[in-house]
T-cell receptor, first 114, second 115 residues
C-alpha cells in the first residue's frame, strides 16, 4: 500500500525555536492533513490542505501542499512547551474514489528542552 | 458540538476471546472510519462505513469486522484475539460536506490489551 515518509523522526529543540517537518510520497496525493497526538489521546486535526501549492496557517502553524502533490511540510514558529507531542502527516492518495482511508506517516516526536 | 466518543477506553482480553468496540461520531457526520495504532506499524486504516455500508477496507484479516447503525454509530469486532491485536483502536468521523470529506476527526481511542 501507500507509504508516507515523514522526517525527522524526532526533534529536540529549545523553547522559542522554530520547527520544520516534512512528509513525502512516491505517488500523488489529493489531500494532505497534519495531526497532533498527545499521550493517551486520539490525533487532533491541525491543518487540512486540498490544492497543490496551497499554504495555510493556523496560529503559529503553517503547512504547505507541495506543488508536485507528492509532499507537504509543517512549520511551527516560536515553539512553546504545549507543542510537545507527536505530529503526523496524513493524506489520501489520488484515486478519484473519495472513500479511501487516510494513509499516515510514522510521526515526528517533538521534544522541547528546558 | 460534542466530539467523537469511544467506549470503552480500556479493555483487557485473553487470546482467543472476541471483543466489540463502540464509536459515536460527531453529530451530523455519517462517515465513520476505524484505525489501528501500534508502535511498530503506526496508524493503519481498518475500514470505513457510510450510511450503514462498508465503503472501503484496509489490509486486515477477516477477524476484524464492523458495522454501522442507522444513527451513524459504529461498532468494530475482533474475533479470536491474538497477542498482536494489542493496540489503540481509533475511530474517526468525517463531515458530510464532500469538499471537506477527507478531514477526519478522531476519538480518544480504545486501548486493547490481549494477554
Amino acid at each position: 500500500g501507500q507509504q508516507l515518509n515523514q522526517s525527522p523522526q524526532s526533534m529536540f529543540i529549545q523553547e522559542g525555536e522554530d520547527v520544520s517537518m516534512n512528509c513525502t510520497s512516491s505517488s500523488i496525493f489529493n489531500t494532505w492533513l497534519w495531526y497532533k497526538q498527545d499521550p493517551g489521546e486520539g490525533p487532533v486535526l491541525l491543518i487540512a490542505l486540498y490544492k497543490a501549492g496551497e499554504l495555510t496557517s493556523n496560529g503559529r502553524l503553517t503547512a504547505q501542499f507541495g506543488i508536485t502533490r507528492k509532499d507537504s511540510f509543517l512549520n511551527i514558529s516560536a515553539s512553546i512547551p504545549s507543542d510537545v507531542g507527536i505530529y503526523f502527516c496524513a493524506g489520501t492518495p489520488y484515486s478519484g474514489g473519495g472513500a479511501d482511508g487516510l494513509t499516515f506517516g510514522k510521526g515526528t516526536h517533538l521534544i522541547i528542552q528546558p | 458540538k460534542a466530539g467523537v466518543t469511544q467506549t470503552p477506553r480500556y479493555l483487557i482480553k485473553t487470546r482467543g476471546q472476541q471483543v466489540t468496540l463502540s464509536c459515536s461520531p460527531i453529530s451530523g457526520h455519517r462517515s465513520v472510519s476505524w484505525y489501528q495504532q501500534t508502535p511498530g506499524q503506526g496508524l493503519q486504516f481498518l475500514f470505513e462505513y457510510f450510511s450503514e455500508t462498508q465503503r472501503n477496507k484496509g489490509n486486515f484479516p477477516g477477524r476484524f469486522s464492523g458495522r454501522q447503525f442507522s444513527n451513524s454509530r459504529s461498532e468494530m469486532n475482533v474475533s479470536t484475539l491474538e497477542l498482536g491485536d494489542s493496540a489503540l483502536y481509533l475511530c474517526a468521523s468525517s463531515p458530510p460536506d464532500s469538499l471537506f470529506y477527507n478531514e477526519q476527526f478522531f476519538g480518544p481511542g480504545t486501548r486493547l490489551t490481549v494477554l
